[in-house]
């Protein structure tokens, strides 16, 4: 973003620029999607001893493992938009950045819905936990539905990135209170204290995350002012095909230049005469 707009959606290089000129274009999230979401489906499906069975065989039949169930179809979502990002990076003949926006937006539609069904009979710790969770679920999903409108908003993309942190440390903060506290001992439902210091944790990532990306904001710029002084020029070259558009705010200051400029040829042309 510090170099050039269009370095967010660089085009796939020519093919006959080297062996390992293509590896530049491989879609490596949309790997690291994929690969992840499969070996996580695939431990799902693997660690009950009865392998994911949907019903009972008792009259009247009951569905069983509801939760894993979801864990599984969030699990598919995150491979399907791998799928997604592999398939308009490296097999389309032209990048496609709507369709990974919104498969993307798709998930986090599917996500939220399973997120609010998941606390069902959850309580306590773990019911705060999800709802921290569910809001910041929530937030992205309309940052993401907006950028399928206003795609190359600086804004939006810092706040997308902001609450992808977010989401990712908190995810590992909750697998360790809910599951492998650092004490040793479980957190207790019944403690209210216990609860506040779960939304004060949730504040202390807000606080981190936040400076986190300050810092490799700051770092990047410093980088790129002391080192990379030309690597504007580059990325303006390398994705010719994805220019921004040209807000109307910059189109008027441009009308109000140029009514400036007549109005002086004007007042120059009237002196000579």
Known sequence: MIVNDSLLYLSCPPRNKG??????????????????????????????????VLMDKKYPPRFLYPKEWQHLTMFILLTLNGCVDVMSRNLLPQRCVLLEKGSLVLTFYVLLLLLIS??????????????????????LMLVLTIEL????????????????????????????????????????????????????????????????????YGLSALWHRCHCPSLKLMGSK???????????????????????KDEQALLLSKSSS
């Not at 606390?119 to 910041?136: A, K, P, R, S």
């Not at 994805?242 to 400036?260: A, D, I, N």
């Open 19 to 52: 062996r390992w000129a293509g590896l530049w274009g491989i879609s490596y999230g949309g790997l690291l999607k994929l690969v992840t979401g499969s070996i996580l489906t695939v431990y799902v499906v693997f660690c009950l001893d009865d392998m994911m």
């Open 238 to 260: 390398e994705a010719p095909y994805h220019k921004g558009t040209v807000g109307p705010l910059y189109k008027l200051l441009q009308e109000v230049e140029q009514s400036e």
């Open 118 to 139: 998941h606390v069902q009979d959850t309580t306590g710790i773990e019911l705060q936990i999800h709802y921290l969770l569910i809001l910041v679920v929530f937030l």
């Open 149 to 216: 409108w206003t795609p190359d908003t600086f804004q939006l993309l810092l706040i997308e990135a902001f609450l992808f942190l977010m989401m990712g440390s908190w995810l590992m903060q909750a697998g360790f209170i809910l599951y492998r506290p650092v004490t040793g001992y479980p957190w207790q439902d019944d403690d209210i204290s216990d609860i506040m210091f779960v939304t004060t944790f949730f504040c202390w990532h807000v606080m981190i995350n936040a400076l986190c990306l300050l810092g490799i």
